[in-house]
């Protein structure tokens, strides 16, 4: 199965990784559209559809006439960075594959940590669901 990602996600994922490795920090400055439009030959459209969706997932901050800037990520779910383990895999040429280990519905009020951690009530039903991808038959993300 081939998974066709588009031109804006690559782009936002290009920037989501300079931002995660600290390449670009908190509070510096994105090159200008015209810049990105020159460096990734992109379209301008898909460039601003790229910055579009980095300021709603809140890695950027833009201000018209001055340019899209990285945001300071004060809050993070649970203290975890999360990155596209399926692009990864593309990216290294294999082939991924993504199995369900397991499935379990919760309905009782354990699991009080992660009640908290969500905000949810003792009452709510929590879905637990584990699966396994592999790369070229390994396991590498469970």
Known sequence: MTIRIPLYQKLENTIIKLIESKVLLPVAKLPSE?????????????????????????????????????????????????FNVYEVIKEMGGQDEVKLASFRLI???????????????????????????????????F
């Open 34 to 82: 015209s810049k990105l439009h020159r460096d990734y030959q992109m379209s301008r459209i898909t460039i601003r559809r790229a910055l579009k969706d980095l300021e709603t997932s809140g890695y950027i901050k833009t201000f018209q006439g001055k340019g899209s800037f990285v945001k300071k990520r004060e809050h993070e779910v649970g203290g975890m960075h999360y």
């Open 107 to 141: 309905v009782d009020d354990s699991l009080q940590s992660i009640r908290k951690k969500l905000k949810i009530n003792d009452d709510d039903y929590i879905y637990e669901i584990k699966y396994v991808t592999t790369f070229d038959g390994q396991a590498v993300f």
